[in-house]
């Protein structure tokens, strides 16, 4: 079975950093492109951040301008997971996270508005409050 599965949100004080994973099952984390999501309470998801498939050359990462600067992807393949450390978070940074793939291996669309994703993780929750 093809799964994602996100973890490790939680509530956490502005300024303050955060690693989120993804971990696959059904498929290796580094076959294809990974890309996260995040979605504010009442408002739209937005494409965040994605990693391409290691087999992608050159392995590449792409970022939305909201991510630029604080956010960094990255992938362990030993342990099958691809993860968004978040540095200096700030309120507006609360939403719930999701991972996802679209069986593709390069990073030029990820952030496309309306793109078509296959497999979806279920979220994690980011909180930031003082």
């Known amino acids: 079975q093809v799964q994602l599965v996100e973890s490790g949100g939680g509530l956490v004080q502005p300024g303050g950093s955060l690693r989120l994973s993804c971990v696959s099952s059904?498929?290796?984390?580094?076959?294809?492109?990974i890309t996260w999501f995040r979605q504010p309470p009442g408002r739209e998801r937005e494409a965040v951040s994605c990693?391409?498939?290691?087999?992608?050359?050159?392995?590449?990462?792409n970022y939305a301008a909201s991510a630029k600067g604080r956010f960094t992807i990255s992938r362990d393949s030993t342990r099958n997971t691809v993860y968004l450390q978040i540095n200096n978070l700030r309120p507006e940074d609360s939403a719930t996270y999701y991972c996802a793939t679209d069986y593709t291996i390069a990073t030029t669309k990820c952030l496309d508005r309306g793109r078509y994703f296959e497999v979806w993780g279920q979220g994690t929750t980011v909180t930031v409050s003082s």
């Open positions: 990693i391409s498939a290691s087999d992608y050359t050159p392995q590449s990462t």
């Open positions: 059904g498929f290796k984390v580094d076959e294809y492109t």
